[in-house]
């Protein structure tokens, strides 16, 4: 594990990628703090993944310089680094062995593996306990991970990301495939999670403003592998940034310290 003090999270230098002679990712210049939670917004092909694959280093930049919880890439050991960087991803999702238990799928965060191949500790035990308690679904213990809806599965996946104890907890568009309750209900644990002492650093990918909830201090717009708009999501979030950001008239009405958008 990583040992780090540093108020630097994310650090990226005009970072670009380029595929077959087609830039992906443009001039990312972007910083992240300890104390900050990031929603990152942008359209379908607009680079969020890929710039999630930098971030863990599964992608070489083609230009600039990565630093990720102070460690700068190229003089890092990666797989250390991902030790401290959960990933919770639809990816992720498919790759659990559906017929695990909630617990054991918790537990096998610890050993950031995809099945429980050590024998867990009381303390490990203890520590999935608590985060199920924390993500609201306690009573799940003993049912098998196929047996639960998407939004249970979600927060399954949640909790196994956090019992490696990460600095940087990446969530990648976890409110897919939510009907409206379910999603309110996962967002209102990830809230609550933000909220507990020694939380990792949010990354949340969306497309829907409204999920960008008030913990998300901070707001990056990606559009065309471009930074659109990068800063306090009050100043982001604005009509007229989003007009042009969706180059349709919008309006936006704050409740509860969400943006509830709609087209003009
Ligand atoms: N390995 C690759 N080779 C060629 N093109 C790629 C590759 N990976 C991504 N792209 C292209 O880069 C662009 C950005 O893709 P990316 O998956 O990062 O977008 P995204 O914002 O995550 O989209 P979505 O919201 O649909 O998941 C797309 O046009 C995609 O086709």
Known sequence: MLQYREKEVLELQKVSWKRDGIRILSDINWQVNK???????????SGKTTLLN???GYLWPT???????????????LRLLR????????????????????????????YASIG??????????EQAETLMEQLGFSHLKGRSYRTCSQGEKQKILIARGL???????????????????AREDLLMSIEKMAEA????????????????????????????????AEGETRSV????????????????????????????
């Open 35 to 45: 104390g900050e939670h990031w929603a990152i917004l942008g359209l379908n092909g």
């Open 54 to 56: 930098l971030i863990n």
């Open 63 to 77: 230009t600039g310089n990565i630093s990720v919880l102070n460690q700068p890439f190229g003089k890092t050991d």
């Open 83 to 110: 030790k401290s960087i959960g990933w919770v991803s639809s990816s992720l999702q498919e790759r659990i062995k559906e017929t695990s238990l909630v617990e054991d799928v918790v537990l096998s965060g610890k």
């Open 116 to 125: 429980l191949y050590d024998t867990p500790d009381k303390t490990d035990i």
């Open 163 to 181: 019992m490696a104890n990460p600095l940087l907890l990446i969530l990648d568009e976890p409110t897919t495939g939510l009907d409206f309750l």
């Open 197 to 228: 002492e020694h939380a990792p650093t949010i990354l949340f990918v969306t497309h829907h403003m409204e999920e960008i909830l008030p913990i998300f201090s901070h707001t990056l717009m990606l559009r065309d592998g471009q930074v659109f």
């Open 237 to 264: 979030i604005t009509e007229n940034k989003l007009s042009t950001f969706f180059s349709i008239p919008v309006s936006i009405e704050w409740r509860e310290g969400r943006a509830w958008m709609t087209r003009k």
